[in-house]
């Protein structure tokens, strides 16, 4: 809204009932606080991206005085790239517009909006030039953002097994179709697995190395698709990739295994705040 609509909406209330709020509306100080005050009601929340850091030297913080807290900084966020704050500095609490300082674990209650500059004082432990007390100014950014997890691989990876051999492939195909097995294998992937076994895996080599856009003539889909079947079969324990591409085979290689009985411990992609 602009200045002339509140002016306008002033002079109809004053009209219509005469409302107290009209020489509140009346006067320009308290229009320019409205027209903020619904600018930061539209505007997008802010992030420091800063946070206390899990396993803090509390006595450090401690001694250094009231408020300090030793942080971990999130990569891309202003703190970073603009102050200089680094994960195991200590941070002093915030200062938002030469306001009295705010400790980083209530700085996110704030609410504050994209664009606004906030103050970072911290202390750096070490004996390098980089250390001691510092300074710097952050904004405040939108915060990555965090890319959607496949429903398909919030399941357990399975650990690859011994590889299937060729009298096995009736029986590897007849025991991932099982309705029991419908949790993990899709009827895309069924066939997929049924395509690879029948047409490209050979026991005389050491796997087969078809290309995506073969198997995806081959699966009756898109390569794009083709690329999503392979990854889940890969994920289910079903395909193993043995080499990357050479300069004579230009694709990767793989074999047919048995699904695992064990699951595959792998580190989950984190996000820090």
């Known amino acids: 809204m602009t200045e002339d609509h509140y002016r306008a909406e002033a002079q109809r209330r004053t009209k219509i009932s005469g409302d107290p709020l009209t020489a509140l509306l009346d006067d320009p100080k308290n229009i320019d606080a409205a027209i903020e ?6 505007a997008p929340l802010g992030w420091l991206g ?12 401690l001694a250094l005085g009231d408020g300090f807290r030793q942080v971990e900084v999130h990569l891309k966020s202003s703190a970073y790239r603009h102050a200089g704050l680094r994960t195991g500095d200590f941070l002093k609490p915030v200062k938002v517009n030469g306001a009295a300082g705010v400790p980083v674990e209530e700085f996110d209650s704030l609410a504050l909006p ?22 710097g100014e952050a904004t405040l950014t939108r915060p990555p953002r965090v890319p959607a997890v496949p429903e398909w691989k919030q399941l357990p990876q399975v650990a690859c097994g011994r590889r299937v051999q060729k009298k096995d492939r009736s029986k590897f195909i ?37 290309s995506y856009a073969t198997m995806a003539r081959e699966f009756g889909c898109s390569r ?13 324990g079903v395909i193993k990739v043995v080499e990357g591409p050479t300069a004579q085979r230009p694709s990767n290689l793989h074999q047919l295994t048995w699904p695992g009985r064990g699951q595959v411990a792998l580190p989950r992609r984190t996000y820090r705040v």
């Open 37 to 42: 005050q619904e600018r930061l009601g539209k």
């Open 50 to 61: 800063v946070a206390v850091l899990a396993r803090a030297n509390w006595q450090m913080s």
């Open 114 to 135: 994209c664009g606004t500059k906030v103050i970072l004082e911290y202390y750096r432990h070490g004996t390098g030039r980089a250390s001691g007390w510092l300074i």
């Open 174 to 210: 007849a025991t991932i179709s099982k309705p029991s097995q419908r949790r993990d294998f899709t009827p895309a992937m069924v066939r997929a697995v049924t395509v690879l076994a029948l047409r490209f895996d050979n026991d005389e080599h050491e796997g087969f190395w078809p």
């Open 224 to 236: 794009r698709h083709a690329v999503t079947l392979i990854a889940r079969l890969r994920w289910a």
